[in-house]
């Protein structure tokens, strides 16, 4: 299993952009395709964006077109999520995970953390209106 550490979050203006970060460790990086999810209070966890394994397919949900870019640094083990323009609706816990299975991330329709090999300890973001 691969160990995951989400970091980043805080607390923003609405409008504004954050960057989260997850750091890996443990196993190939590269094996892995990797997903943020984020679960609001009284919500359920819902899928954000994910990234296969090269970088090259990213997908997203409607919600975050346009306004969050998924990335990820293979010679560093980390992915990112780029948040721009960012919406009160946005607050959440955000929690990256990963998995050798791409199939379980590109529909973006599997939310929970034991859905995949590995889920990270998420981190708390706020967007104040």
């Known amino acids: 299993q691969m160990q995951l550490v989400g970091s980043g979050g805080g607390l923003v203006q609405a409008g504004g952009s954050m960057r989260l970060s997850c750091s890996a460790s443990g196993r190939t990086f590269t094996d892995y395709a990797l997903g943020w999810f984020r679960q609001a209070p009284g919500k359920e966890c819902e899928g954000v964006s994910c990234?296969?394994?090269?970088?090259?397919?990213?997908v997203y949900v409607d919600d975050v077109k346009g306004r969050f870019t998924i990335s990820r640094d293979n010679a560093k083990n980390m992915a990112y999520l780029q948040m721009n323009s960012l919406k009160p609706e946005d607050t959440a816990v955000y929690y990256c995970a990963a998995d050798t299975w791409w199939g379980k991330f590109e529909t973006m329709d599997r939310t929970g953390r034991h859905d995949f090999d590995s889920w990270g300890q998420g981190t708390q973001v706020t967007v104040s209106s």
């Open positions: 990234i296969s394994s090269s970088g090259i397919t990213t």
